[in-house]
């Protein structure tokens, strides 16, 4: 606290990271990066670029990015913004498309970033309750609203939402944006960027951080129609015109590129999250069904704070939420076969 800080900051509570441990050989399957590296393809573009050029400003548009993205799922460039990670575009989207005089709908349990941005920008919000399955129920969310926002799959849960019921909530919802956020879409669902054509007020929003091993470089991006991605681009420009470095730029390309890479490594964490599922639920945990890269679970006889300081004192940190109806779940993200080994193995001594 300090009486130079603005009105608006004293009351901000910020979103806290999972930890980065420094330096150790500790299992960290705490924050759902990828076990595995980013492409051979995408270091070299880096190791390309880093040269004198490194003087110049980026292209503060990321074109080559844009039109890399617009041309794997088939839309234009026009309906593409990328940013500084996916946390930065989902920033710029509280800032530029959410109204202010009817709260904001996102589930009860969710991303714990959005009330953060609502704080920030001073978004009124409501949040609709999973049924008692953890599924989002999107009859809940027909109720006038500022905006509608969920991650699918979602997270902490890993539960997907189908394409039909997302079809569904766009039909009873056309005058407010809908923003689906598929940070996790690529390890087992079919992406609402489908349906973009349809609903001029559907936003989907991605990141490299982890079907595409890319967390360190900071590459997130949104597709929808162009109203909704100029509102952005005058937010972007009126903020910091450019979030993308050169290095992020040519990563974020060559990420795109190597298909076969990004295939291989995806299917990988899918066999390994239903070992790892099929493993927890053999010594007794009830683990919600995933489509992300990482599994929640929660034991009926042991007490998840309890779990989490255990497994750490072994080495293994895994991520876990103090919060209404889930701080009995662990959050576990999919490491590679032997982390995975090494985190049963421990469970197995603690049940
Ligand atoms: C990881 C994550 C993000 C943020 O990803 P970055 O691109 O690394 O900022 C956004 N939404 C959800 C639900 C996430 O889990």
Not at 58 to 70: R, V, Y
Not at 133 to 161: H, M, S, W
Not at 295 to 306: E, I, R, S, T
């Amino acid at each position: 606290m300090s009486r130079f800080w603005s009105p608006i900051v004293h009351e901000l509570s910020p979103y806290v990271p999972g930890e980065q441990p420094k330096g150790s050989n500790l299992v960290k399957l705490n924050t759902n990066e990828n076990p595995y590296g980013p492409s051979p393809r995408v270091l070299e573009a880096i190791r390309l670029d880093v040269s004198d050029r490194l003087r110049l400003y980026p292209d503060p548009n990321a074109s080559q990015l844009k039109q890399t993205i617009a041309d794997y799922y088939g839309v234009d460039a026009g309906q593409v913004f990328v940013g500084n990670g996916s946390d930065e575009v989902l920033a710029h989207i509280f800032h530029a498309l959410f109204q202010h005089d009817t709260p904001l709908l996102f589930p009860d349990i969710s991303y714990s970033f959005y009330p953060v941005y609502c704080q920030l920008y001073q978004i009124d919000y409501q949040t609709i309750p999973l049924d008692e399955d953890f599924q989002i129920r999107v009859e809940g969310y027909q109720r006038k609203n500022g905006g509608i926002i969920f991650p699918n799959p979602n997270a902490p849960t890993g539960c997907l939402l189908s394409l039909d019921d997302i079809d569904k909530l766009l039909q009873n919802n056309t005058e407010s944006v809908v923003v689906v956020d598929e940070a996790y879409i690529d390890f087992g669902g079919v992406s609402a960027i489908s349906l973009i054509g349809k609903y001029r007020n559907l936003l989907v929003t991605q990141t490299l951080s982890k079907s595409r091993s890319l967390a360190g470089m900071r590459i997130g991006f949104a597709v929808g129609h162009p109203d909704l991605i100029d509102a952005l681009i005058r937010v972007k420009d009126s903020f910091n015109s450019y979030p993308l470095g050169s290095l992020a730029i040519s990563a974020g390309v060559a990420a795109f590129e190597d298909q076969d890479y990004f295939q291989q490594t995806c299917q990988k964490v899918i066999d390994s999250r239903e070992w790892v599922i099929r493993e927890l639920a053999a010594l007794g945990f009830d683990v919600l069904p995933s489509a992300a890269n990482f599994v929640f679970a929660k034991h009926p006889k042991h007490d998840a704070g309890q779990l989490v300081s255990d497994l750490r004192k072994q080495g293994v940190v895994v991520r876990h939420f103090d919060r209404d109806r889930i701080n009995q779940y662990l959050r576990i993200t999919i490491g590679t076969a032997e982390e995975n080994q090494k985190l049963l193995a421990i469970m197995d001594t603690l049940i």
